[in-house]
């Protein structure tokens, strides 16, 4: 590297973890007391395509470990079905005085939940009125999704702490470090597809559209709400989001690497590249004689 390269990164580095130090006491509230019972796998399963095959193929792996569901899945009939141990919801929308397009029904959903579930929110969310309907069976923990950068033996420290996480541009961000926190000490993805880059144009009139398939149908209701968001966006701002999130997963990854934590992802096709690769049917142990 050359000397002003490495003056460069510094000087980012340092403007980096000075950023954060200032975001932490604005941003920051009390998280939830982390697990320190060790637990074994859980799956996180994120919204992209790959996971109607996961169910359709391995509903017996899906269902023999713990498992996270993430956002808008809850509306999605498999939710009932799957039962998950787990859910994070990490999307602005979920949160806002005026609850819009989908979110009334996913709170509803939610809500109706009867078998135990943890509930992962974001610590700035303790007081919505959404929180007391949800029953008893249903844990509520915290989190904090203030973004942390900067120089690793400064944000580690802060990772632990819970005050702060690596850039949670995707849902997948907190649900790992929620799953780690959890005591879980290997995190296995399914459903982390990423290629949104597949799906993205530019039309005639200069407008950026992007359509992100899910496992589950989108309504003309969540597509109209996507089209909106992408209605003043140019296609620089795209790609500098996609940078974020898959640099994301290298700063997940090199702090979980350093705690012990194995992260493998198991999605066919992902374009996150930061994780091994395995096929969920791998984490089931072949079969003995006797069992033959």
Same mark, same amino acid.
């Given at each position: 590297m050359k000397f002003a390269d490495k003056i460069q990164r510094t000087l980012s580095q340092a403007g980096a973890t000075l950023a954060t130090m200032i975001k932490i006491p604005l941003m920051s509230r009390r998280p939830s007391p982390r697990c320190? &019972?060790?637990? %074994?796998?859980?799956i996180i399963m994120g919204n992209g +395509? $790959?996971?109607? %095959?996961?169910? &359709?193929?391995?509903? %017996?792996?899906l269902t023999s470990f713990p498992r996270m569901a993430v956002n808008l899945s809850a509306l999605a009939p498999e939710f009932r079905t799957l039962k998950p141990d787990y859910y994070i919801l990490a999307d602005i929308a979920f949160f806002l005085k005026e609850k819009t397009g989908k979110v009334p029904a996913l709170w509803d959903a939610l809500a109706a939940v009867d078998w135990l579930m943890t509930?992962?929110?974001?610590a700035t969310a303790r007081r919505m009125p959404e929180v007391t309907r949800l029953p008893e069976c249903v844990n509520v923990k915290y989190y904090n999704l203030t973004p942390a950068e900067g120089w690793k033996w400064f944000t580690h420290p802060v990772y632990d $702490?819970?005050?702060a996480m690596p850039r949670p541009r995707n849902v997948l961000i907190p649900s790992i470090i929620c799953a780690m926190r &959890?005591?879980?000490q290997k995190i296995v993805l399914i459903g982390a597809d990423h290629n949104w880059s597949k799906t993205l144009w530019v039309t005639d009139r200069n407008r950026v559209v992007s359509v992100q398939p899910h496992f589950y149908k989108d309504d003309d209701k969540e597509l109209r709400r996507a089209e909106e968001i992408f209605s003043n966006v140019h296609i620089h701002d795209v790609y500098e989001n996609y940078a974020i999130a898959f640099r994301s997963y290298f700063n997940v990854k090199a702090y979980t690497d350093r705690r012990g934590i194995?992260?493998?992802n198991a999605t066919p096709g992902s374009f996150i590249d930061a994780f091994p690769r395995i096929s969920l049917g791998s984490l089931m +142990?072949? +079969?003995t004689q006797a069992e033959k």
């Amino acid at each position: 590297m050359k000397f002003a390269d490495k003056i460069q990164r510094t000087l980012s580095q340092a403007g980096a973890t000075l950023a954060t130090m200032i975001k932490i006491p604005l941003m920051s509230r009390r998280p939830s007391p982390r697990c320190h &019972e060790r637990k %074994d796998t859980i799956i996180i399963m994120g919204n992209g +395509p $790959s996971l109607r %095959d996961a169910i &359709e193929n391995d509903f %017996d792996v899906l269902t023999s470990f713990p498992r996270m569901a993430v956002n808008l899945s809850a509306l999605a009939p498999e939710f009932r079905t799957l039962k998950p141990d787990y859910y994070i919801l990490a999307d602005i929308a979920f949160f806002l005085k005026e609850k819009t397009g989908k979110v009334p029904a996913l709170w509803d959903a939610l809500a109706a939940v009867d078998w135990l579930m943890t509930l992962f929110l974001p610590a700035t969310a303790r007081r919505m009125p959404e929180v007391t309907r949800l029953p008893e069976c249903v844990n509520v923990k915290y989190y904090n999704l203030t973004p942390a950068e900067g120089w690793k033996w400064f944000t580690h420290p802060v990772y632990d $702490s819970g005050l702060a996480m690596p850039r949670p541009r995707n849902v997948l961000i907190p649900s790992i470090i929620c799953a780690m926190r &959890e005591g879980f000490q290997k995190i296995v993805l399914i459903g982390a597809d990423h290629n949104w880059s597949k799906t993205l144009w530019v039309t005639d009139r200069n407008r950026v559209v992007s359509v992100q398939p899910h496992f589950y149908k989108d309504d003309d209701k969540e597509l109209r709400r996507a089209e909106e968001i992408f209605s003043n966006v140019h296609i620089h701002d795209v790609y500098e989001n996609y940078a974020i999130a898959f640099r994301s997963y290298f700063n997940v990854k090199a702090y979980t690497d350093r705690r012990g934590i194995e992260i493998l992802n198991a999605t066919p096709g992902s374009f996150i590249d930061a994780f091994p690769r395995i096929s969920l049917g791998s984490l089931m +142990p072949a +079969p003995t004689q006797a069992e033959k």
